[in-house]
């Protein structure tokens, strides 16, 4: 039996496999966070909605239809009425961490802390990434006559 104090334990790569980019932002849809925090997606966007104020353009936007036709292409979603007629809410990292403040259960805080840590680590790959292509750069750059 499950304590209210257990730590959720939840791959990175369900998360992963949820972060998409979508406006040159890496970001999760609502449908995606509800469904981690256990509610249910409308529940989710009336207390976006409730609090549009916590949530500028910076933090969350929602798709647009070329948008949400490119996730139902790429398989993200089954179709377009898996999302009930309703615009999803793409949120980014910052738009992750102001969720908790307006989804107070436990399970949203839980959630939102492995989220944002799998945010975290995204980056920091994606910078260990950077930094291992420029080396190599410069090291062709060096040597650009002797490998081939």
Known sequence: MKNENTPIIIPNERIINKILLLQNEKVILDVHLAEMYEVETRVLKQAVRRNMER????????????EINSVVSQNVIPS??????????????????????????????????VIIRTFVALRQLSISYEDLKRKIEEIETRFDGEIK
């Open 80 to 113: 377009k009425s898996f999302f009930g007629g309703a615009k999803p809410f793409a949120f980014n990292e910052t738009g992750v961490a102001m969720l908790s403040s307006v989804l107070k259960s436990k399970k949203a805080i839980q959630m939102n802390i």
């Open 55 to 66: 949530f500028p353009t910076d933090f969350m936007f929602q798709l647009d239809e070329k």
